[in-house]
């Protein structure tokens, strides 16, 4: 392997001078002539700078961890998406952990409290809200990425009280009244914000609000089952559902059918995330699609910022402004 020496050498000059010209130094006083040798000897001998050296020089590793739930999600896809390609154009590398790597329990926090990654991205709600304000405290780069908490402004996230409305409006608009809602773990910031976007549907299309509607779910297959057989389970059970995730909208649709009933004959479902199986399901599930390849590279772009200090102390979080309907064929007019 070609060395600094190496050019040095050929060229007659101290590794130091060879060093100085690559990184562009301008207090450098040479003669435009030496600055041109040791150029046509980097292409001569095809020199290569140790990237790995420098950065460590530099105490940076040129790596951004990012901490997601669980790798079976599909929403995180568009996510990670987002986030590795807007890695790739700064010039760094992302390393991903998941919730259940067994063995590997918070070692995100630890990578970077050792300087082991430049920057960490959160984009989960189990992770402890103490550790994270001891990151804050430590002055340690960090963004949270589709999660907000009291008194931490570097975060990215999206409307999910607006995507929350459209979903509950779309269903009204169909002639629905007895519309049902489950939610995400409502100690989380998307499951608290797409509730409120339930509720202000239900009072712009004036329904009124029946709390036994409501059934609390974690963002699971498991979950969404659970407490849609708790909604059938009803003296009068709902006509339509507006579940919290994608997972959540599977396990929906699998105890309906598991009860024998048809969607959207007898129950509308709504879904809140595009993923690329929902067309393909049987029915075709209507979703409210969320950007969320914009959020993760977005949260990237926050993320570098802080590392090189260039962002304001009091600056606010960010919320990417945009949700959509896709309409397919889990929903439909109510027939009395």
């Keep these: 392997m070609v060395t600094l020496k190496d050019v040095a050498k050929l060229v007659g000059v101290h590794p130091s001078v060879v060093s100085r010209v690559i990184n562009n130094d301008g207090n450098l006083k040479i003669k435009e002539e030496t600055r041109k040798r040791i150029q046509q000897a980097i292409e ?41 390609d807007q890695a790739a154009l700064e010039g ?10 067994k063995g590997l329990e918070k070692n995100y926090f630890s990578h970077l409290m050792e300087n082991r990654i430049d920057g960490l991205l959160i984009a989960n709600s189990e992770s402890d809200d103490k550790e994270i304000l001891n990151l804050k405290k430590e002055k340690k780069p960090f963004v949270l990425v589709n999660r907000f908490i009291t008194g931490i402004s570097n975060h990215v996230i999206l409307d999910d009280e607006l995507g929350g409305k459209l979903a509950t409006k779309h269903l009204a608009q169909l002639g629905h009244k007895r519309i049902a809602h489950i939610t995400g773990p409502l100690f989380t910031g998307t499951g608290i914000k797409r509730f409120q976007g339930y509720r202000e549907g239900l009072k712009e299309e004036e329904i009124n609000f029946i709390s036994s509607y409501v059934q609390e779910s974690e963002y699971t297959i498991e979950g969404g089952y659970r407490s849609m057989q708790a909604l059938l389970d009803l003296s009068t059970p709902p006509t339509a559902v507006f579940a919290s995730n994608i997972m959540v909208s599977l ?10 009933l048809s969607i959207p004959r007898d129950i509308s479902i709504i879904g809140f995330h595009e993923v690329d199986f929902a067309s393909s399901l049987s029915p075709s599930l209507t979703t409210i699609k969320m950007p969320l390849y914009e ?42």
Excluded: W
């Design 44 to 84: 001569e001998l095809n020199y290569r700078p140790n990237l790995s050296a420098r950065n460590l020089k530099n105490s940076e590793t040129k790596m951004l961890g990012m901490v997601i739930p669980d790798f079976s999600n599909p929403v995180y896809a568009s996510i990670i998406h987002g986030a590795e």
């Design 92 to 101: 760094y590398n992302l390393l991903l952990y998941s919730m259940k790597q």
């Design 251 to 260: 396990g929906a649709m699998k105890a309906i059918q598991d009860r024998g």
């Design 295 to 336: 959020m993760g590279s977005e949260s990237v772009k926050k993320l570098i910022t802080i590392i090189q200090g260039r962002e304001e102390e009091n600056e606010l979080g960010l919320i990417i402004s945009g949700a959509s309907l896709v309409v397919r064929d889990s929903t439909s007019p109510f027939l009395s």
